[in-house]
């Protein structure tokens, strides 16, 4: 079956420690994003690509990177850079066939908790 | 930039019974799209419903329903019948024509009584 995988779906952080959230599709969509999930503010978006080895940011990209070498991976990495790190991580994807159809295809989250 | 607001944190309603959830945006662009997602207890994002902007008329998909008031920037989620599998947080997004950056609201709880 076509899907989006997440992992790890939960991972725990010493503070100061850089952590790598995995993001694969296998929908063969054009264009990938990692959204952040707090409790009361949504969903608010972190980084986006739209074709391989190229990526934007997105509104909340202090302290966070993403790498795109294959048209299946987005990885998303928090540094301890990034002051609050601990929220629900989710990846989506969409393919630019539908060109507008806006419709994004969500992975089942990360839980990131920083100790 | 686009804006996505959502005055009721949380909702409830008897089962078998209707409701409304609201939605107010605001973009600057012509073309657009406005979207209802679900997120149930599981924390998967599923889509509901979608809306283009240009179409004056509402979409509509089995029990669910939009009232899209392009001229106020309202777009609510009407559920006909809920049913207890309804309870999820609900999201309303918007995204601008070719450009696939959806921006969401922050959410409705709704809770169904059984």
């Known amino acids: 079956d076509g899907g989006i995988t997440q992992s790890p779906k939960y991972l725990f952080r010493k503070e100061g420690q850089n952590v790598t959230l995995s993001c694969e599709q296998n929908l063969n969509h054009d264009a990938m994003y990692w959204y952040r999930q707090d409790p009361g503010q949504g969903l608010r978006l972190i980084y986006y690509?739209?074709?391989?080895?190229?990526?934007q940011k997105g509104d909340i990209a202090e302290g966070y990177s993403v790498s795109r070498e294959k048209k299946e991976s987005f990885p998303l990495t928090v540094t301890s850079a990034q002051k609050n790190p601990t929220a629900f991580y989710l990846c989506a994807s969409i393919s630019w066939g539908g060109y507008g159809t806006g419709e994004l295809f969500f992975g089942e989250g990360s839980r990131l908790t920083v100790l | 930039a686009q804006t996505v607001t959502q005055s009721q944190p949380e909702m409830s309603v008897q089962e078998a019974e209707t409701v409304t959830l609201s939605c107010t945006y605001d973009t600057s662009e012509s073309d657009y799209y406005l979207f209802w997602y679900k997120q149930p207890p599981s924390r998967q994002m599923i889509l509901v419903i979608r809306q283009e902007a240009y179409k004056q008329q509402n979409a509509t998909e089995n029990r669910f329903s939009v009232n899209f008031q392009k001229a106020a920037k309202s777009f609510s989620l009407k559920i006909s019948d809920s049913q207890l599998g309804d309870a999820a947080m609900y999201f309303c997004?918007?995204?601008?024509?070719?450009?696939?950056?959806?921006?969401f609201g922050t959410g409705t709880r709704l809770t169904i009584i059984p």
């Open positions: 997004a918007c995204s601008n024509f070719g450009n696939e950056k959806l921006t």
């Open positions: 690509s739209q074709i391989v080895n190229d990526f």
